[in-house]
């Protein structure tokens, strides 16, 4: 099968991009406060920027991809959270791979409203699936007292996903004003 030098250029761009995120997230996980994951980090922005870019297919599978490598880097820094297989599958594969979800936002990387709202979009489904998991798999860190839900969805998840999706929606507007997004986008590619 041949492959064309359009497939070429998205292949690398996807490689890079997931580098980008992956280099990212370990640098903010050094510096994290949060004791079981999570870090306030524009490494999602990567993800949301291939997505808005080249469609949704390839923003989940590079949101996939990014959520393997992240947990095997996890793995090797000692910040890796792992429980069972359903709690991996929904702390790492699920989580990152609705990332791709931004995908969805036609024209979003000539509009800004919509660049907010697919970074938003995605980046909330992220939020959920690690809200979720803290419900079922990670109940037994909630402080006594406190409500599971409430801690899983408010205490712990909000601080750190709210900041970085904020983080992403502004680093995302202020790259998209300056024409990073469009870099190399032609009639006939997604976005």
């Known amino acids: 099968m041949k492959t064309t030098k359009h497939e070429t250029r998205v292949l690398t761009e996807t490689a890079v991009l997931v580098a980008v995120a992956l280099v990212l997230d370990t640098l903010a996980g050094l510096y994290s406060p949060f004791k079981y994951g999570g870090s306030i ?7 949301f920027f291939l ?39 929904l702390d790492y594969l699920v989580a990152y791979t609705v990332l791709g979800v931004a995908g969805f936002f036609a024209g979003a990387v000539r509009r800004p409203w919509l ?10 489904l992220r939020y959920l699936a690690h809200g ?15 409500n ?5 969805f408010i205490l712990y998840n909000l601080p750190y996903m709210s900041a970085s ?3 992403c929606i502004v680093l995302g507007l202020v790259l998209q004003n300056r024409g990073i997004l469009s870099i ?8």
């Open 41 to 47: 980090s524009p490494a999602m922005l990567p993800i």
């Open 51 to 89: 997505a808005v870019r080249h469609g949704w297919k390839r923003g989940l599978i590079a949101g996939f991809l990014f959520g393997i490598l992240q947990s095997l880097v996890g793995a090797a820094t000692g910040n890796f959270y792992f429980l069972s297989i359903p709690q991996y599958l």
């Open 115 to 124: 660049l907010a709202a697919a970074i938003f979009a995605a980046g909330f």
């Open 132 to 146: 979720f998991s803290g419900v079922v798999y990670w109940a037994q860190w909630a402080p006594d007292g406190v």
């Open 148 to 152: 599971v839900w409430f801690y899983s």
């Open 165 to 167: 999706i904020l983080l």
């Open 184 to 191: 190399g986008l032609n009639e006939s590619s997604k976005g």
